[in-house]
């Protein structure tokens, strides 16, 4: 089965730096999607990336796809506090219903 | 666009009795319905999954069910909790009809501790 997991599992920075977080899978997908999870609340689709793109932007994100590694990668430029939560990546591919989470990085950023 | 709310926002119940918790949507019919059980510090667990009223499936064996009497209704019941069963539940939905999963929007969750 698929499995996201990112790394690091923790990322502490000052605001005005990019922060990048890493996510790898295991099996084939269709597309990978990144979300954001403030603490104690739902999670938030931030960017998905299909199996055929290679980078993807929106805003200060930045998400690039990996297909013969099976890796992505989030960046986050010039990061401000309000960024602060964790961000999951979820993998999905084979049956249409489901998605698969990775355990999150948390991001720390420090006014 | 859809909402999706979910009640009640925390629980505290002891071992051994009930457990009912709620999903309604939003802006949307058909939806797809999900459960995810979040640990703390963890990634989401899939529950539950819905592609229609009546139709759910399990995907890990556990004291917990899940009913979806309406269209846009996903309930999680148990009838004796654990203290394993101690999370964080989210519902989430996507678009369904046979469409792709391409995001899946959820909840404010549920906060559960099982004492």
């Known amino acids: 089965s698929q499995q996201g997991e990112e790394d690091p599992q923790a990322l502490s920075i000052q605001e005005g730096e990019n922060a990048t977080m890493n996510c790898s899978y295991k099996?084939?997908?269709?597309?990978l999607q990144w979300y954001r999870q403030n603490s104690g609340r739902g999670l938030v689709h931030l960017i998905l990336?299909?199996?055929?793109?290679r980078e993807k932007h929106s805003g200060r994100l930045r998400v690039t796809l990996d297909t013969s590694k099976k890796s992505s990668s989030l960046l986050i430029t010039a990061s401000r506090a309000a960024d602060t939560a964790s961000y999951f990546c979820?993998?999905?591919?084979?049956?249409?219903?489901?998605?698969?989470f990775g355990k999150g990085t948390l991001l720390t950023v420090n006014p | 666009s859809q909402t999706i709310h979910q009640w009640p926002a925390t629980l505290v119940q002891p071992v051994g009795s009930p457990l009912s918790l709620e999903c309604t949507v939003e802006?949307?019919?058909?939806?797809?319905l999900y459960w995810y059980r979040q640990a703390a510090g963890r990634g989401l667990q899939l529950l539950f999954y819905?592609?229609?009223?009546?139709?759910i499936s399990s995907e890990v064996p556990q004291n917990l069910s899940a009913s979806r009497p309406q269209d846009r209704q996903f309930i999680l019941s148990s009838k004796k909790l654990l203290l394993s069963d101690s999370g964080f539940y989210l519902c989430?939905?996507?678009f369904g009809a046979g469409r792709s999963t391409d995001t899946q929007y959820f909840g404010p969750g549920t906060r559960l501790t099982v004492l």
């Open positions: 802006g949307t019919s058909n939806p797809n």
């Open positions: 099996t084939s997908i269709n597309n």
């Open positions: 990336i299909r199996s055929n793109e």
């Open positions: 989430a939905c996507d």
């Open positions: 819905s592609v229609g009223i009546g139709q």
């Open positions: 979820a993998s999905s591919g084979g049956s249409n219903y489901k998605l698969t």
